[in-house]
């Protein structure tokens, strides 16, 4: 079935510790997102990338970092955690050049202590 | 002040009612609407988008976009229990990559 997969569903972590939340897209999209999910608070932009080589920063860049090496992967990583990280982080895609409807992939819950 | 603001209910309607789900924003360069609907522990869903002022129907959901007043809305005809998700509007512009600008969704419960 195509669409977005998240790994790992759920995490409990450390803080210090680093992690990266990973991210695949198989239906070609050029633009992928990161976003995180907190209550009270809705969905914040992390990072983004238009096409693959390419990334920019949203609302909250602070403490993540991304990369896009290629269309298909976009993984989000956490260098140091620190508990105010502690959310539900939702990858999406979107075509690009005039289609610009997101799709979200199942999310990953982190908890760090 | 956030750019979208959307009542976080909750609503609750009994099954069959008409529901009316809005939000405002405050800045004009936003261009393409769009309405996700998200059940407990999932991730958002796309219901509806759109770029121009008027409405558009899907089945038992419009999506009304008025831009001179910064003014978008759900409307879900024949509610069923189904139905019952939180709501998020979104919204976004050409010059943040297209990334979206989320309200805070609106919780809806339909009681049969």
């Known amino acids: 079935i195509a669409g977005i997969t998240q790994a790992p569903t759920s995490q409990i972590l450390a803080a210090g510790r680093r992690m990266t939340l990973r991210c695949t897209q198989d239906?070609?999209?050029?633009?992928m997102y990161w976003y995180r999910q907190d209550l009270g608070l809705g969905l914040r932009l992390i990072h983004y990338?238009?096409?693959?080589?390419?990334?920019g920063k949203g609302e909250v860049p602070d403490g993540y970092s991304v990369s896009r090496a290629n269309t298909d992967d976009f993984p989000l990583t956490l260098a140091s955690a620190v508990p105010s990280q502690t959310s539900v982080y939702f990858c999406?895609?979107?075509?690009?050049?005039?289609?610009?409807?997101?799709?979200f992939g199942p999310g990953t819950r982190l908890t760090v202590l | 002040q956030k750019e979208v603001e959307q009542d976080p209910g909750p609503l609750s309607v009994p099954e069959g009612a008409i529901v009316s789900l809005n939000c405002t924003y405050s800045n004009s360069a936003f261009q393409y609407f769009m309405w996700y609907r998200q059940y407990s522990r999932k991730g958002p869903e796309l219901l509806m988008y759109?770029?121009?002022?008027g409405n558009k129907e899907d089945g038992r959901f419009t999506a009304q976009v008025d831009k001179s007043s910064k003014y978008i809305s759900l409307f879900i005809r024949d509610s069923q229990p189904s139905d019952s998700a939180t709501y998020l509007c979104a919204m976004s512009m050409s010059n943040s990559g297209y990334a979206l600008n989320f309200g805070k969704g609106t919780s809806l419960l339909v009681t049969p």
């Open positions: 759109t770029y121009s002022s």
């Open positions: 990338s238009n096409t693959a080589g390419t990334t």
């Open positions: 239906m070609r999209h050029n633009a």
């Open positions: 999406a895609s979107s075509p690009g050049a005039s289609n610009f409807e997101q799709f």
